[in-house]
């Protein structure tokens, strides 16, 4: 059984951080490559950062760059998402997944709220 299990979420101020860490287990976690996603309120899912297996290449999306850092440790099989200076509009709620997503296992996520 697959789970992806994202936790570190919660309420913080504007320009603060967060971490988020992401277990996993069911899935060939050292041989995937991992992402990170979001979903605000009324709109969709989207992708943030991307880490492959090896997590030798890591790519974000643009509101990502300079502000969050992914990574991973293979032993723990875990994926983490360091957020610094975060804005409202980072609000939603964030799921891990391998990239492609299996649809199948995005779990409850993890939920970021940043207060003006």
């Known amino acids: 059984q697959v789970q992806l299990v994202a936790s570190g979420g919660g309420l913080v101020e504007t320009g603060g951080s967060l971490t988020l860490s992401c277990a996993a287990s069911g899935i060939a976690f050292s041989a995937s490559a991992m992402a990170w996603f979001r979903q605000a309120p009324g709109k969709e899912r989207e992708f943030v950062a991307h880490i492959s297996s090896t997590g030798v290449y890591i790519k974000y999306v643009d509101f990502a760059k300079g502000r969050f850092t992914i990574s991973r440790d293979n032993a723990r099989n875990t994926v983490r998402l360091q957020m610094n200076t975060l804005k409202p509009e980072d609000t939603a709620v964030y799921y891990c997944?391998?990239?492609?997503?299996?649809?199948?296992?995005w779990g409850q996520g993890t939920q970021v709220t940043v207060s003006s």
């Open positions: 997944n391998t990239n492609p997503p299996r649809n199948a296992d």
